[in-house]
């Protein structure tokens, strides 16, 4: 079973069961399986490791997590700098040596630049100063459950984080990576001006920190997910008739108390990473429109396997951000249809109040994923994305066609 079975006095015991295992396995099984992207964090300047008792070695990490941000900023306004006194080869660098007679081409490409710039720098921004200071809160909420799981779904819960840790992991250096390498390589032997290919690498490169952002929060908010499961498991079993409710109302009231603290860990996902949703999802849907429109309407053919692949690589980051944080969505109804049923079986009579009582827990807390309370984040933003996508795509097109018109 994925949750201990109940004893007598079950909210004392289990308090104290929560201070013992937070000071000693908690942690230490949270940081393993959550290692791999640590540790990567920690190579491009942001430090989510626990703070080290060496106080000289914590230094020296602050130190360098602060060079890295310098280094960025100095970076992304370089950038800028090039990209104001090469609009015009750019321009022509997207959509032919006709994209300088099209103002809609020359916003274009200054929306998206702007876009780019202000995003990964901002990426980088969000996560040293909100997403690492908020991370361990995140992680003492995940080890609060740690009393309430059963020995052997405890081990499996963090070998599953742990290897989808080593997942993300393997996605950003090959999605990042590859993305540099098409966007380059297909460049190096053409006309194209140094300064113009070194942004594009730039651009592709500084990808990492969203990308690892939304790896920390897919990997979190799948955690979440399989406790809202757990639960649901345990209230499924509950309908065998052969099961022996010793202690039905004791079993309720550790149920209601673990469902609490998995909420719980919703609301440290919304506190770490609300900020970084925020920021990303709008990110992203202005790129995909961008991307779209350098996909379809330019008439330079030399860039498009680049194109395309940037293109794909914008909607699969949406499409995990947005799948999810719907799957908590999804585990939590769960929850609440087997307590629906659970209610209404003539054989749990006897604990009606009970249930009627978590039920009504789980209906006025039941969480949802959202950007700092903006707009939730789920799959509806996908169609949503879909349609505002199209639109704009065929605004800019009628521009487009119209300014070439009046070429002619």
């Given at each position: 079973m994925p949750i201990r079975a109940a004893t007598v006095g079950a909210n004392q015991e289990t308090s104290e069961t929560i201070v013992s295992v937070n000071n000693g396995t908690a942690g230490k099984y949270w940081n393993w399986s959550m290692h791999p992207l640590i540790i990567f964090s920690m190579l491009i300047g942001v430090d989510l490791t626990v703070p080290?008792?060496?106080?000289?070695?914590?230094?020296?990490?602050k130190i360098f997590c602060v060079i890295s941000l310098m280094i960025h900023a100095a970076f992304t306004l370089n950038l800028v700098q090039i990209f104001q006194g090469q609009l015009s080869e750019m321009t022509s660098f997207y959509f032919g040596e006709d994209g300088n007679q099209s103002t809609t081409a020359l916003w274009n490409v200054i929306?998206?630049?702007?876009?780019?710039?202000?995003?990964?720098?901002?990426?980088?921004?969000?996560?040293?100063?909100?997403?690492?200071?908020?991370?361990?809160?995140?992680?003492?909420?995940?080890?609060?459950?740690?009393?309430?799981?059963?020995?052997?779904?405890?081990?499996?819960?963090?070998?599953?984080?742990?290897r989808c840790s080593y997942y993300g992991?393997?996605?950003?250096?090959?999605?990042?990576?590859?993305?540099?390498?098409?966007?380059?390589?297909?460049?190096?032997?053409?006309?194209?001006?140094?300064?113009?290919?070194?942004?594009?690498?730039?651009?592709a490169f500084f990808q990492i920190y969203h990308v690892l952002s939304i790896t920390l929060f897919a990997i979190a908010s799948y955690a979440s997910s399989i406790s809202f499961q757990s639960i649901a498991l345990k209230l499924n079993g509950w309908k065998n008739p052969q099961a022996l409710d010793l202690r039905p109302n004791a079993d309720l009231i550790l149920l209601k108390r673990y469902y609490v603290l998995t909420c719980q860990t919703v609301d440290s996902i919304h506190h770490c990473f609300g900020w970084s949703l925020l920021f990303i999802?709008?990110?992203?849907?202005?790129?995909?429109?961008?991307?779209?429109?350098?996909?379809?309407?330019?008439?330079?053919?030399?860039?498009?396997?680049?194109?395309?692949?940037?293109?794909?690589?914008?909607?699969?980051?949406?499409?995990?951000?947005?799948?999810t944080s719907d799957r908590v969505r999804i585990q939590s109804e769960r929850v609440l249809k087997e307590l629906i049923r659970l209610r209404i079986e003539p054989r749990h009579n006897h604990c009606?109040?009970?249930?009627?009582?978590?039920?009504?827990?789980?209906?006025?807390?039941?969480?949802?994923?959202?950007?700092?309370?903006?707009?939730?984040?789920?799959?509806?933003?996908?169609?949503?994305?879909i349609g505002t996508t199209l639109t704009y795509y065929f605004i800019l097109r009628q521009f487009h066609s119209s300014e070439k018109k009046s070429f002619r």
């Open positions: 080290s008792k060496n106080s000289c070695r914590q230094k020296w990490k929306i998206d630049v702007i876009n780019f710039e202000v995003g990964c720098f901002g990426a980088h921004w969000i996560m040293y100063f909100f997403i690492k200071k908020r991370w361990a809160s995140l992680c003492d909420a995940f080890q609060l459950l740690v009393p309430l799981f059963d020995a052997e779904f405890y081990k499996e819960f963090h070998a599953k984080l742990r992991l393997a996605c950003i250096v090959l999605g990042v990576g590859s993305l540099s390498i098409i966007g380059v390589v297909p460049n190096i032997n053409t006309e194209t001006t140094f300064n113009i290919k070194f942004m594009a690498l730039s651009q999802v709008p990110h992203l849907f202005v790129a995909i429109i961008n991307a779209s429109f350098y996909w379809f309407a330019k008439t330079n053919e030399n860039n498009s396997a680049s194109e395309i692949a940037f293109f794909f690589f914008l909607l699969i980051n949406l499409f995990v951000v947005c799948t009606r109040k009970q249930v009627h009582e978590l039920l009504m827990q789980v209906v006025l807390n039941s969480p949802r994923i959202s950007a700092l309370g903006f707009f939730n984040v789920s799959k509806k933003l996908i169609p949503t994305m």
